[in-house]
């Protein structure tokens, strides 16, 4: 048989895995000393190249005819075997490939629809593209918890929600807070003389201490007798403290505030020097006076007025004075635009009275403080010029905070939160003067 009735013999699969003898081997001994230094150094099996893909190899393999002889079993041709069946037993084996890369896949098979998952808890809309659609909820006529007919927003939260979010943030004690007290915070700043008393009562303690046990005190003749300012140890710890609890925020917004209305030029100009965050001339000229003035004022007023009444009071009614603030106010673009916005007259009738009854109610406690301390008893003494000043003050704090805002409506056409925290402040100065001159003139 010769050497081309054998390769004809042979398979496909034979024919590709012979190698081609070397041409060293052909030459016999003609190979010289190369071949024989090739010959001495071991063999290294060549790395194994990838395969160069085809599209063949995305169709599946089909399996070639084989013949056989029905008696030897031999390969003959003229006869084809049957095909061989898979038991029921056992499952059928995924053809491979010759190189044994996996099953064959067509890679541009598209995949499968795949229907949309639809949660148990949806409503019973009509999920089909032609079918008609279920109307959306009705928020046109409100909420009827009370809100104000947002779609999807809830509801403003509750009177406890809105102390909540304004001791958050307007005092050091964090609160946890959401968004429904957010909101109702802005809608019910007219509870913002709560957050007065809690500031007031703790810097009048503070103050009632100092004033007690500094040397100031055994400096007056007669303590009983209520003649004795309250001296400027604890004047500067009351209004130190109350600048302190409220986290400077008010002071920032009166520097603020300062530089807007002391600079030149146009209304733009003022807008920007009143949000710019570094102090200049006009600001820290504005906090130092308004702040040594109200020092002064506090340092002179009786002491025992000052601390049953004028410390408490005069952060209740500054809260106030931010009320009418707002009141008056334009609203603008910042975080307090909505609570400008929300607040109108009779937001500040509330406030109004709600900052009078907590003065009594300060009243009430640091009176109790003081008789505690001295065994003064200041509820028959000095109960008419507390009177006196409670009215005199909510007058006082609805004045300060209308002229405030009418020179920020002038100067910066809005009235935003440096504008808010400046009115505090000033409402503060005016009180304390106003708490001065009472003092001098009812006792």
């Known amino acids: 048989m010769s050497a081309d009735d054998k390769n004809d013999d042979k398979m496909p699969d034979e024919l590709l895995n012979e190698q081609p003898e070397s041409f060293e081997q052909e030459e016999g001994s003609a190979a010289g000393p190369v071949s024989e230094a090739r010959a001495a150094e071991p063999v290294r099996p060549e790395p194994k190249r990838p395969r160069k893909m085809s599209a063949a190899d995305f169709r599946a393999p089909s399996k070639p005819a084989v013949w056989k002889s029905a008696d030897a079993g031999q390969e003959e041709p003229g006869t084809q075997a049957a095909p061989l069946q898979a038991s029921p037993s056992e499952p059928p084996k995924a053809e491979t490939y010759a190189d044994d890369q996996g099953p064959a896949q067509d890679p541009w098979a598209a995949d499968p629809p795949r229907q949309p998952s639809v949660p148990a808890d949806l409503p019973a809309y009509d999920l089909r593209p032609e079918g008609p659609l279920a109307p959306p909820p009705d928020v046109s006529a409100g909420r009827a918890d009370g809100g104000e007919g947002r779609q999807g927003a809830p509801s403003h939260g509750n009177f406890f929600g809105a102390v909540k979010a304004h001791v958050s943030f307007f005092t050091l004690f964090r609160m946890d807070v959401d968004m429904n007290d957010i909101r109702a915070a802005e809608k019910r700043m007219y509870l913002t003389p709560v957050i007065g008393l809690m500031i007031g009562l703790m810097a009048a303690c503070v103050s009632a201490v100092v004033f007690w046990v500094s040397p100031w005190a055994d400096a007056g003749s007669d303590l009983t007798a209520n003649v004795l300012s309250l001296g400027p140890a604890a004047a500067i710890t009351a209004i130190g403290s109350a600048v302190v609890l409220a986290k400077f925020l008010h002071m920032d917004g009166l520097a603020d505030f300062g530089d807007g209305v002391a600079v030149s030029g146009p209304k733009e100009a003022h807008i920007r020097a009143l949000k710019d965050t570094r102090i200049g001339a006009g600001g820290l000229a504005t906090a130092m006076i308004v702040t040594i003035a109200s020092f002064a004022f506090l340092s002179d007023v009786v002491g025992v007025f000052a601390v049953a009444a004028a410390i408490a009071g005069m952060e209740i009614f500054a809260k106030n004075g931010m009320v009418s603030a707002a009141v008056f106010g334009k609203p603008g673009d910042g975080m307090a635009a909505e609570q400008v916005r929300s607040t109108n007259v009779a937001s500040l009738v509330i406030s109004t009275a709600i900052a009078a009854g907590l003065s009594l109610v300060a009243f009430l406690a640091m009176g109790a403080v003081c008789f505690l301390l001295t065994g003064f008893n200041a509820f028959g003494s ?25 020179i920020s409506n002038k100067r910066f056409g809005f009235v935003n939160g440096d504008v808010l925290g400046a009115s505090n402040e000033i409402t503060r100065l005016v009180v304390l003067a106003g708490a001065f001159t009472i003092s001098h003139l009812m006792l």
């Not at 000095?382 to 009418?406: D, E, M, N, R, Y």
Request: proline share 4%; glycine share 4%.
């Open 382 to 406: 000095i109960v008419p010029a507390v009177v006196v000043f409670i009215a005199a003050s909510a007058a006082l704090s609805i004045t300060a905070g209308i002229l405030t805002a009418s």
